[in-house]
């Protein structure tokens, strides 16, 4: 494994934007002409953040406290409207006229799928954590267009909150697998988060109006509707796979970042307050452009508003690494045993440090 290499200076919106806005013409050229940009679009989210990384072990430094990082906000908005364009033009690709070969609407599927999930969640994320409610609203259509509004609610309102204890359904306590775990969470989260939102609106302190859970299904209803109108049956059944798709990953980062992390007990019972201990990190550069700094994750639930460019990985003896890529690890935890062993050592060294 080459050694990793600390840049002297962060990555800039720049690198951000080149990294999580380059397969998309890739995908458009691939429905126009197919053939081999339709392989193009695939490869890139399948394995170019995995081979990058590893052809160029670099880790970007920490943007300094109150650095500005113009057009990061206008970043967030061309994802999150470029993802709510994808989905009805990969639909339509999948199973509409398209003209594509059953392999390259194969490949348009997988390939829009993960990028969905890889960098349409990690832009949604963000806008989910601004304070403007324009943006706020972007995120939260984005979610309610992949079927999983629940996700605006109960990851501000419940994971934040509860993040690696046992009332958090989206932290995975050592041993568990990632299809028992993926149930849960997706249960638990609805639940919790709907739970969250009632009381919030019981208190006075939630939004007017009508309850947020019900346009989280409006939201998902008119999605299903234009999947109709784009292909029939075939094109509602697309555009779920696709939402299947990314929900699969946003479960699969959830999973990999909190895997096994616990909270400690203070004397009177609460857990200790949330810290760097309880994220799993990742700091290679491409995958941390590509994902808008989602890998570095404990910076994050530390200072939930705190912009993308902003996040800072900090030191190793702060907050558990991975000893991979954030999307290498997810595609590991696919396999539950492969996973718990690979996991296991960095798992032990981190709890014995601690």
């Given at each position: 494994?080459?050694?990793?290499?600390?840049?002297?200076?962060?990555l800039?919106?720049?690198?951000?934007?080149?990294?999580?806005?380059?397969p998309?013409p890739?995908?458009?050229?691939?429905l126009?002409?197919?053939?081999p940009f339709?392989?193009?679009?695939?490869?890139?989210?399948?394995?170019l953040?995995a081979?990058?990384?590893?052809l160029?072990?670099?880790?970007?430094?920490?943007?300094?406290?109150g650095?500005?990082f113009?057009?990061?906000?206008?970043?967030?908005v061309a994802?999150g409207?470029?993802?709510?364009?994808?989905?009805?033009?990969?639909?339509?690709?999948?199973?509409?006229?398209?003209?594509l070969?059953?392999?390259?609407?194969?490949?348009?599927?997988?390939?829009?799928?993960?990028?969905?999930g890889?960098?349409?969640?990690?832009?949604?994320?963000?806008?989910?954590?601004?304070g403007?409610?324009w943006?706020f609203?972007?995120?939260t259509g984005y979610y309610?267009a992949i079927?999983?509004?629940?996700?605006?609610?109960?990851?501000r309102?419940?994971h934040h909150?509860h993040?690696?204890?046992?009332?958090?359904?989206?932290?995975?306590?050592?041993?568990?697998g990632?299809?028992?775990?993926?149930?849960?969470?997706?249960?638990g989260?609805y639940?919790?988060?709907?739970?969250?939102?009632?009381?919030?609106?019981?208190?006075?302190?939630g939004?007017?109006?009508?309850?947020?859970?019900l346009w989280?299904?409006?939201?998902?209803l008119?999605?299903?509707?234009?999947?109709?109108?784009?292909?029939?049956?075939?094109?509602?059944?697309?555009?779920w796979?696709?939402?299947?798709?990314?929900?699969?990953?946003?479960?699969?980062?959830d999973?990999v970042?909190?895997?096994?992390?616990r909270?400690?007990a203070?004397a009177?019972?609460?857990?200790?307050?949330?810290?760097?201990?309880?994220s799993?990190?990742?700091?290679p550069?491409?995958?941390?452009?590509?994902?808008?700094?989602?890998?570095?994750?404990?910076?994050?639930?530390?200072?939930?508003t705190?912009?993308y460019p902003?996040?800072?990985?900090?030191?190793a003896?702060?907050?558990?690494?991975l000893?991979?890529?954030?999307?290498?690890?997810c595609?590991?935890?696919?396999?539950?045993?492969?996973?718990?062993r690979?996991?296991?050592p960095?798992?032990?060294?981190?709890?014995?440090a601690?």
């Amino acid at each position: 494994m080459p050694k990793t290499k600390r840049l002297r200076h962060p990555l800039p919106v720049a690198a951000f934007a080149a990294a999580a806005l380059a397969p998309l013409p890739l995908f458009a050229l691939g429905l126009w002409g197919g053939g081999p940009f339709v392989w193009a679009g695939f490869l890139y989210m399948f394995c170019l953040s995995a081979v990058l990384d590893r052809l160029i072990p670099h880790v970007a430094a920490d943007a300094t406290e109150g650095q500005e990082f113009p057009g990061s906000d206008a970043l967030l908005v061309a994802v999150g409207l470029s993802a709510l364009a994808l989905l009805p033009l990969a639909t339509w690709a999948v199973a509409g006229p398209s003209g594509l070969s059953p392999l390259g609407r194969g490949l348009i599927f997988l390939g829009a799928g993960l990028w969905l999930g890889q960098v349409g969640h990690p832009a949604a994320h963000e806008l989910i954590h601004r304070g403007n409610r324009w943006l706020f609203r972007l995120g939260t259509g984005y979610y309610a267009a992949i079927l999983f509004g629940q996700h605006a609610s109960a990851h501000r309102l419940v994971h934040h909150r509860h993040v690696a204890t046992p009332e958090d359904p989206n932290s995975a306590p050592e041993g568990q697998g990632f299809y028992r775990f993926a149930l849960r969470a997706w249960i638990g989260s609805y639940r919790a988060g709907r739970r969250a939102e009632t009381a919030l609106r019981k208190r006075g302190s939630g939004p007017r109006g009508l309850h947020p859970y019900l346009w989280h299904l409006a939201g998902s209803l008119l999605a299903l509707v234009v999947a109709y109108v784009i292909a029939g049956g075939g094109g509602v059944a697309a555009w779920w796979g696709l939402a299947a798709l990314a929900q699969m990953q946003i479960l699969l980062s959830d999973y990999v970042q909190h895997y096994g992390l616990r909270r400690a007990a203070l004397a009177d019972g609460r857990p200790a307050p949330v810290g760097p201990a309880h994220s799993w990190n990742s700091g290679p550069w491409f995958s941390s452009a590509l994902m808008l700094n989602a890998p570095r994750h404990s910076d994050h639930h530390s200072h939930p508003t705190r912009p993308y460019p902003v996040l800072r990985l900090g030191e190793a003896d702060e907050a558990p690494r991975l000893p991979w890529p954030l999307p290498l690890a997810c595609t590991l935890a696919l396999v539950p045993p492969l996973w718990k062993r690979a996991i296991r050592p960095a798992l032990r060294r981190w709890q014995g440090a601690r």
